[in-house]
């Protein structure tokens, strides 16, 4: 790894004017970032890491019910404190392993936008609010492909607001080695409808899946979508499986997390 | 370079890191503990697992510089200053939890993780909390074995004996 100069800001605004350097980076729970600038894949001039901003850790319930999380929060705090929204605590609670969710965080998975994360999924298929330290992006904006966001340089995710579905549920085919999501999906239902969101399978990152999104609004069953799945067109073809066959792990996880929702509690 | 401090099983230690020094480094090069082992330095193999501020993480993964100010808790820390091991040190010893050994300092502190949150862990439980551990030695029964052991349970039952 090249060298860099560290900082550890206390506040926003610090780590705002801390990031206005040519090449800085912000540093989340470094999970990912740090085995990329090992292998020198990137090489930023200054780390900022955002670990000693008090104001965004934690959870808390807004005024309209949503779940808001700080961008600084680990996932195992999402796992052992968002008990209001039980599917995202789940997702929460299988991402990596133990040590890694110690560290990791929500503002840092969604900054790096992994095509095989599992949180783009949780926030696309919630409709989450994703809070900058500059603006409001809603998720269905922010996703902009793999590895992309509408994040603009030195911008800082301070928190994610999560609207508490009435059922959800994260279903992830774990890549053995990695733990990333060979496929995952998530499914919320919600009052005036159900959002289906797919990480893993997709050459563009995550994505809505709406063909079973409007089929599981008009009845919310594994029946609705029997046989369905994605197209293979677009979906990623790799070593650890075809195009065809995370296309047909889409619909499998689907109809397991729709009957997952259903028997457990939001 | 700026000097780094930590308080490292019990006792404050200080030293110089750069920006990039990883938390494993920092141990293993300036401090001289050299029980916490580097095996993959991809957070993959769980053989550098450390206790910072009481939870378990992969200190080949996180920079010295996010430790300081931090306690700082290491495999050299585990066993009494007379050298008796603890009671997940003498589990893993009594029911041959170990072969190489590279691996172990990382078990032993993933499994004490799990034991101050979990008590008494089923054994699908410690399975699960190993995930981020490996050993290519020993098929991993006789690791959740000990565990299981220390844990106060009884093991007569647990494969591979």
């Keep these: 790894m090249y060298n860099f100069d560290f900082e550890k800001p206390s506040t926003i605004a610090d780590a705002v004017s801390a990031l206005g350097t040519e090449d800085a980076q912000a540093l989340g729970g470094g999970q990912t970032l740090l085995p990329t600038m090992k292998q020198r894949l990137a090489s930023p001039s200054k780390l900022v890491s955002l670990k000693g901003i008090a104001e965004m850790q934690g959870i808390c319930t807004g005024d309209d019910g949503a779940l808001c999380i700080g961008g600084a929060t680990t996932h195992a705090d999402v796992a052992a404190g968002a008990g209001a929204y039980a599917g995202l605590a789940g997702l929460a609670a299988g991402i990596g392993d133990p040590a890694v969710r110690a560290r990791g965080t929500i503002g840092g998975s969604l900054a790096n936008n992994d095509p095989a994360a599992c949180y783009p999924a949780g926030a696309l298929a919630s409709g989450a609010t994703i809070v900058t330290n500059a603006r409001e992006i809603a998720a269905d904006d922010y996703f902009q492909g793999m590895f992309t966001t509408a994040l603009d340089e030195g911008e800082i995710i301070t928190e994610v607001r999560f609207p508490v579905p009435e059922a959800s549920n994260y279903q992830k085919f774990e890549q053995p080695a990695s733990r990333f999501a060979l496929v995952g999906v998530f499914v919320a239902k919600f009052a005036d409808g159900v959002r289906v969101a797919v990480t893993g399978a997709s050459e563009d990152g995550v994505f809505r899946w709406s063909e079973a999104e409007a089929a599981l609004s008009g009845n919310f069953s594994a029946d609705a979508i029997v046989d369905m799945a994605p197209g293979a067109d677009g979906m990623i073809s790799d070593l650890h499986g075809t195009a065809a066959y995370r296309a047909h792990l889409v619909g499998v996880l689907t109809r397991r997390a729709v009957a997952a929702a259903l028997s457990l509690p939001t | ?161």
């Design chain 2, 1 to 161: 370079m700026s000097q780094v401090t930590m308080t490292v099983n019990g006792k404050e230690m200080s030293g110089d890191a750069e920006g990039r020094t990883l938390l494993s480094q920092f141990l293993r090069e300036t401090l001289g503990l050299t029980g916490t082992h580097v095996g993959c330095d991809t957070s993959q193999c769980g053989a550098c697992v450390v206790h910072v501020d009481g939870v378990a993480v992969k200190s080949c993964t996180m920079l010295a510089m996010e430790a300081e100010g931090a306690s700082v808790d290491t495999i050299e820390g585990q066993a009494a200053q007379d050298g008796t091991l603890n009671a997940l040190q003498q589990a893993f010893q009594d029911h041959h939890g170990l072969q190489c050994g590279f691996c172990t300092p990382g078990m032993i502190m993933s499994a004490a993780d799990l034991l101050k949150s979990n008590p008494n862990p089923t054994e699908a439980e410690v399975r699960h909390h190993l995930e981020g551990n490996i050993c290519r030695c020993t098929g991993y029964h006789n690791i959740v074995k000990a565990i299981m052991a220390a844990s106060g349970q009884d093991v007569s039952s647990i494969a591979a004996e």
